[in-house]
């Protein structure tokens, strides 16, 4: 175990590298030449880079990717992902591929309200803190219009601000309770500085007032129950195989499938990490938060009181309908939309979307995502498809060499994939 350090974030970056090598690897040349191997040779690129965190020390590569054939609202679109797993971008295509001469997705902005909180306590008459704070709203707004004036002239900024009593759930427990606008911005930044603005106002209005309150913190929520967004898909039901229909058989898979997810937890969150495979992919692409996306998302599914499905799927008339829908708080300027330059990139292949046709994309990527894992499960079973992509990494763990992959590859087009397999097949090629 190595000592403590003091200063390490004023370290040069080679000072940090050498360090690390020295103190937490066993192979410090080894260690500096892998960090180095990695440094984009451009070093202005690399500085832009560098500079996204705190104590960069090298680039952590993930695979870049594009799904085609996306038909949403009419709209032919190729989505970028980003995303370590083998065979999601191979699923969000197939399905693609599938709902494509069905008439595609279709999808609707719900709504794009963002929350954000002044936490504080207070003990005193309730009565009293309702009056003064009366007395002190039109000021929240009026007091940030310099803060908010931008953000108005885009058609945005603070849409209400409430007083909540929470004193049931904890003692004291009172917050302002603000609902924003932030049009193409995700918005933290624009949010936190308007909730650190009111948390003065009510303070200093307090004060004024004679209340003895006491602000805790002031900040958004990524809870976005209103920030939602609905895509869905839907076909006739027939006897026979057609391009343009499934059959009864396996839509009413697909429905129990979903009506499982939706009561059994352990089905549940799995059934929705399915959907993230899509849904982060597009955001890391993206440069958004796949953090906030993440918890706002999950605490979505569990705003009914238990897990459930963020997908839902019904028969009726004929009709096999299957939707998601899901609270995406995502933006297409800030954070790193602009600096990243395969950010920008995706941005240009999904033909600069603004936010809200962005969390279109990314509920579509979901729903696909959930189509393609479910169509395996209640069809082929997981492993027969999956395996099939992570063909490549198994060979790739195995050492298999260029030539023994391609013979492998073709080996196994008609043969079960397994860890096992694999090595037995590579085993049996050498000798
Ligand atoms: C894996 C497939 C797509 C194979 O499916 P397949 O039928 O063997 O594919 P195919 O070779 O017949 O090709 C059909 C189309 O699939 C796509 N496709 C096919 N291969 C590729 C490839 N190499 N690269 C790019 N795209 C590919 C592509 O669109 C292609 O059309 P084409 O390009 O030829 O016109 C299918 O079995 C599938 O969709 N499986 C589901 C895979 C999945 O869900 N993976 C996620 C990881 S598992 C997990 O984390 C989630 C889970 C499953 O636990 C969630 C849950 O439980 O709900
Ligand atoms: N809990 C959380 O989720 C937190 C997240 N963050 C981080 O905050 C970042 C996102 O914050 P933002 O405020 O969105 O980014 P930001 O502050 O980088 O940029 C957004 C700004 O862009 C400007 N803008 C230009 N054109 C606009 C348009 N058409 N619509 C709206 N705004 C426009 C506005 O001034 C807006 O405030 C992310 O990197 C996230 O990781 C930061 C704190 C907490």
Redesign the pocket.
Known sequence: MHKPIEGFSKLTKSEKINWIAQNCTRNPEGTTALLEKYWNNDKELQKVHDEFIENTLSNYYLPYSVAP?FLINGRLLTIPMVIE?S?????A?????FWLPKGGFKTTVIGTEKVGQVHFMYYGEQKKLESVFDKLKPSLFSETEQLTNSMRKRGGGISEITLRDKTEKLKGYYQLHCTFQTMDAMGANFINSCLEQFAKILEREAAKNELELEVIMSILSNYVPNCLVKAEVQCAISEKKSETTVSKGFAERMVQAVKIAKTEPYRAV??N??IM?GIDAVVLATGNDFRAIEAGVHAFAAKDGGYSSLTHATIQDNTFKFWIEVPLAVGTVGGLTSLHPLVKLSLEILQHPTAKELMQIMAVAGLA??F??????VT?G?Q???M??HLLNLLNQAGATESEKLKLVDYFKDHTVSNAAVKDALNNLRN
Do not use: D, F, P, Y
């Open positions: 054939n797993e065979s999601v971008v191979a699923a295509s197939k399905s693609a591929k799995t059934h990490k399915g495979n995502q959930n393609a894992a479910l169509r395996s499960l082929t997981i027969k498809g999956h099939k992509m």
